[in-house]
C-alpha cells in the first residue's frame, strides 16, 4: 500500500496477474446442488491488494480455496467461471501441475499459524522442504535461502530460528515463518486468509506493516481475506464485499468508505466498532458488587524425574479492583495476560489467593451451599458459545438448566421462564425445542446470555463474549447487553482484547499486562489520557476503519515476548500503582 | 461454513421411532430377536434334548454326520443334534455376550468415569489398579477366579465381567478427563450443578457411543473367552452347550467335519454383527446434531 499502488492511476499501468471470470462454486447436497460461491469476477495486477470482505459464510474463503485448487473433493467444485493466473486456467489444470503452481507462483496464508505449521519438524526443515519442492537447488543452496527468508520476515536471530521448533515461537513469530515460507519463492499472487485474526492487537499491528513492506519490495499482488474492516482500511487498494457467496459491491478502498451504496456494505461499516463513538454512559451506583484484593493466581508446572513442581506461571499477580453495581468495567489486555485467569477464579473455577468478595462475601469463607447460593448473583458467558453449550440438550433445557439445578420453579414454570428469556434476547419461543447446532453463533451467544440471565443474576461476566462474533452480529450483541443493563441493573465484567469496543461501553477499564494491572480508570482517563506506554501501544496498534486515517509508524518490537513463568521462589517485580487524579491508577513506569 | 440444512419437516418424535427408520438397525434387532426367540423356545424348537447322543447320529466309521436328514445340521463327535445345541447353546452365549459384557461395561464406564472427572488421588488410584488390570493375563485371572468359585453360568458371566472391564475404563477415562475441560462443563459448574449432575447429565451422555462401540466389539469376545474358559474346564460345565464350547470341543475335527466349527463361528459373528448394526443406528439416533441425515 505504498503512495503509487494506492493511486489508482499507478495501479492501473501494472500488468495483471490473476483473472477470475464467473467463478461459481457449488456443493453437492441431498437436495442438489448449492452454490456456495456465484459469479464472482475481478481481476489482481501486479503490487495491488485486494480484500474480500464478508461476514461468515459469505464464501470468501472458500474463493481463495478455489483459487488455490484446495476445494474439499469430491463435494465442493467449481461449477462455471475461470480462474487465469497468466495464461493458465486453474480451473482446468491437472492436479500435477496445479501443485507445481502451489507455492511457486501463488501462495496462501492461513489464520492459524500453529496448524499449519508441522509441530514435528523444525522451522528450517519446513522451508527448505517447500523451497526444494520448486526448485532443484542444493540442500544448502535452499538453507541459504530459507535464512534469506526469515531475514526478509525480520524475524530476530534467523539462524537459530532454522533449528528450532514451532511451539518454541510465539504466535506473531510463526505467522512471520508462514509469510516467510509463503513469500520464499517470491510468488506472483500471495493470499492471506484471516492472517491476523488469531493475533493479538500489537502482533497484528506488525504483521500488517510487515505485508505491506515485503509488498513493496517483491512487488507480490495480494487477496487479503477479512471480515476486520479496520484491516480492510489499512491495507487494500481495492474491496469486494461478499454476502452469501455474491459480490455485493466492489470498488476502491477510499470510494467504498467514504461512500458505499449498498446497504450491506453500508451496515457492514457501521457495525465497526470505532474509537471515540461511544455514547456518554448514565450515571452507576456506588455500592460495590465485587471486590478483588490481591488476587493472585500461580499454576505449577511440573517437570523433572518425579514430577515435581519446578516453576510457575505466574497468571495473576496482586490484581485489585472493584466493580460498582450496574456499571460496566473491562478488562483488557493481550493473550496470556491473566485476565481470563481472574474470570475463573471470581466463579470459582481456579483457586486463589488473596479475597474475592462478591456481595460482600468473600468466596474463600464460603461452604458448599454458599458457593452454591453465590451462584445466583454471579454468572458467566464464555468466548465460545458452541464450546459453552452441551450439543445434546435442547435450547429450553439449557436456559432452563440454572432453574433446575436451583430448584427454583416447577417444570411448567421452568419453561415459561425459559420461553419468556428466549424472547429477552431477541430470539423466538418456537425455537425452544431445537438443539445448539441449529443456530448461528450470534444466536447460540444469546442462548447464553439468556442462561446467565435466568438466575437473575447482579453480575454476568462477559469472556471475550463477543470475539468471536462477526462484527455485524458483535453489534447487535453489544446491544442486548446494554438494554439488558439498563433493565435489570447488572453490572457486567467485560474481558476483552478490543479496545474500540471496550471503548464504546464500558464505564471504567482496567489494563492488564502479564498478570498485573498496569493502568485503571474511567473510560475518559483510560482513552483520553493514556499513561502507561502499554495502555498508548493497545490503543495505537486498533486498525482504523478508515483509508484515509495517516497512521504514525510505531516502533517495531524485536520479538522476543516475556513471560509469565518463574523458577519457585521468583516472581514478577510487583508493580506499584500510584493515583494521578481522580481514580486514575498507573503503574510507575519501569 | 456449514449453515444448518433445513430439517424440521422430517423429524419424527421418538428415538425408537427413529432407530425403526433405519433398514440396517430392523435388520439387525429381527436377528437378536431370532436368536432370542431360539433361545427361549429352545426345547419346542429342537429335536433331539441337547445332551442325547444319538446312536444313528455316527457313520458306520464313528464319524460326525454332516448336515443333512435328520439333523439340519449335522452331529458332532458324540453323535449329538448340533442344531438342538446350538439352539440350547443360545441361552449361554446371550446371557455371557448381554449379562457379562453389560456387568464389564457398567464396571468400566463407572471406574473410567470417576478417574477421569476427579483425577487426583482418585484418578491415579482407580487407573494404576485398571492398568495392573491390564498387565495380568485375563485368562489367568479368570482361571483363578473361576477355580475360587465353583463354576457355574452365572458365575463364569462375573468372571468374565470382573477381567473384561479395563479396556473400556481406560477409553471411557480419556475421554472423560478431555470432557471434563470442555467450556459447557466449566459453564455448567458455574451454574451450581453438583458432580453427580454434571457426570450422569452432561458427561454421559458424550460417552455413549464409546460405551456402545465397546459394548458391540465385546459381545464376540465375551463369548469367545466363555469358550477358552469352557475349553480348560473352568468355564460352563459339559454337557451345557454354549456356542464357544461347541467349537472348542469340536475344533479338531475341523478337517473332516468343518461344519461343526462354521456354525457356531457364523453364530457368534451374526450375533456380533447384529448388536454391531443397532448399536452404530442407536448411536446415531441418539445424538441430535447428527437428526435427519440418514
Known sequence: ?590 | MTSAIGVDAARPKGALARLLQRKLAVFGLILIAVVLAGAVFAPLLASFPPDMQNFDGLTIQGAPMPPGGAYPMGTDLLGRDLFSRILYGARTSLIIGVVANGLALLIGTLVGITAGYFRGWIGAVLMRFTDLMMAFPALLLAICLAAIFSPSLWIVALVIALVSWVQTARVIYTETTSLAERDFIAAERTLGAGTGRILFRHILPHLIPTIIVWGTLGISTTVLLEATLSFLGVGVQPPTPSWGNIIFENQTYFQSAPWLVFIPGAAIILLALAFNLVGDALRDVLDPTQRGRA
Open chain 1, 1 to 590: 500500500m505504498n503512495a503509487g499502488s494506492k493511486n489508482a492511476s499507478g495501479a492501473d499501468l501494472a500488468p495483471e496477474v490473476l483473472r477470475v471470470q464467473g467463478l461459481t462454486v457449488s456443493v453437492r447436497t441431498e437436495t442438489g446442488d448449492r452454490s456456495l460461491v456465484e459469479d464472482l469476477s475481478f481481476t489482481l495486477r501486479r503490487g495491488e491488494t485486494l480484500a474480500i470482505a464478508g461476514e461468515s459464510g459469505s464464501g470468501k474463503s472458500i474463493t481463495a480455496l478455489a483459487i488455490m485448487g484446495l476445494l474439499p473433493p469430491p463435494a465442493v467444485r467449481v461449477t462455471a467461471g475461470s480462474i487465469h493466473l497468466g495464461d493458465s486456467d486453474l480451473t482446468r489444470l491437472p492436479e500435477a501441475q496445479l501443485r507445481s503452481l502451489r507455492g511457486s507462483r501463488i501462495a496462501m496464508i492461513f489464520q492459524e499459524p500453529m496448524t499449519s505449521l508441522n509441530p514435528v519438524l523444525s522451522i528450517g526443515t519446513q522451508l527448505t522442504e517447500s523451497i526444494r519442492a520448486h526448485t532443484s537447488v542444493s540442500r544448502t543452496e535452499a538453507r541459504t535461502m530459507a535464512l534469506a527468508a526469515l531475514q526478509a520476515v525480520r524475524l530476530s536471530q534467523p539462524e537459530q530460528r532454522l533449528n528450532q521448533y514451532p511451539h518454541e515461537l510465539s504466535g506473531g513469530m510463526r505467522q512471520r515463518v508462514m509469510i516467510a515460507m509463503a513469500l520464499a519463492l517470491r510468488p506472483e499472487v500471495l493470499i492471506a486468509d484471516e492472517p491476523t485474526t488469531a493475533l493479538d492487537v500489537t502482533v497484528q499491528r506488525e504483521v500488517l506493516d510487515l505485508l505491506r513492506d515485503l509488498q513493496r519490495e517483491f512487488g507480490t499482488a495480494i487477496i487479503l481475506i477479512t471480515h476486520d474492516m479496520g484491516v480492510v482500511a489499512e491495507m487494500a487498494d481495492r474491496v469486494i464485499a461478499m454476502k452469501t457467496g455474491r459480490a455485493e459491491e466492489e470498488g476502491s478502498t477510499a470510494q467504498i468508505f467514504a461512500q458505499p451504496k449498498m446497504p450491506y456494505t453500508q451496515d457492514l461499516l457501521a457495525a465497526v466498532p470505532r474509537m471515540g463513538k461511544g455514547k456518554p454512559r448514565a450515571e452507576t451506583g456506588t455500592d460495590t458488587i465485587a471486590r478483588l484484593q490481591d488476587v493472585v493466581v500461580r499454576f505449577p508446572l511440573k517437570g523433572g524425574l518425579l514430577g515435581r513442581a519446578t516453576a510457575q506461571v505466574h497468571a495473576v499477580e496482586h490484581v485489585s479492583f472493584e466493580i460498582r453495581r450496574g456499571e460496566t468495567f473491562a478488562l483488557v489486555g493481550e493473550s496470556g495476560c491473566g485476565k481470563s485467569t481472574i474470570a475463573k477464579a471470581m466463579v470459582g473455577l481456579v483457586p486463589h489467593q488473596g479475597t474475592i468478595e462478591i456481595a460482600g462475601q468473600s468466596l474463600a469463607s464460603l461452604d458448599t451451599a454458599g458457593r452454591k447460593a453465590l451462584r445466583r448473583r454471579i454468572q458467566i458467558v464464555f468466548q465460545d458459545p458452541m464450546a459453552a453449550l452441551n450439543p445434546r440438550m435442547t435450547v429450553g433445557q439449557l436456559i432452563a438448566e440454572p432453574l433446575l439445578i436451583h430448584g427454583l420453579c416447577t417444570a411448567a414454570e421452568q419453561r415459561a421462564r425459559a420461553a419468556d428469556l428466549m424472547q429477552r434476547v431477541g430470539l423466538t419461543t418456537d425455537q425452544l425445542d431445537r438443539y445448539p447446532h441449529e443456530f448461528s453463533g450470534g444466536q447460540r451467544q444469546r442462548i447464553c446470555i439468556a442462561r446467565a440471565l435466568a438466575l437473575q443474576p447482579d453480575l454476568i461476566i462477559a469472556d471475550e463474549s463477543v470475539s468471536a462474533l462477526d462484527v455485524s452480529v458483535q453489534a447487535r450483541v453489544l446491544e442486548l447487553l446494554q438494554i439488558l443493563q439498563r433493565e435489570f441493573g447488572i453490572a457486567f465484567l467485560f474481558i476483552s482484547h478490543d479496545m474500540a469496543v471496550v471503548e464504546n461501553i464500558s464505564d471504567r477499564v482496567a489494563v492488564m499486562f502479564l498478570g498485573q494491572i498496569v493502568e485503571t480508570g474511567s473510560r475518559a482517563q483510560i482513552f483520553g489520557n493514556p499513561q502507561h506506554p502499554y495502555t498508548r501501544r493497545l490503543i495505537e496498534a486498533v486498525p482504523v476503519p478508515d483509508p484515509t486515517c495517516i497512521r504514525t509508524a510505531s516502533p517495531r518490537l524485536s520479538g522476543e515476548v516475556a513471560s509469565p513463568v518463574h523458577p519457585f521462589g521468583k516472581g514478577p517485580k510487583r508493580l506499584v500503582l500510584v493515583d494521578i487524579g481522580s481514580g486514575h491508577l498507573v503503574a510507575a513506569s519501569p
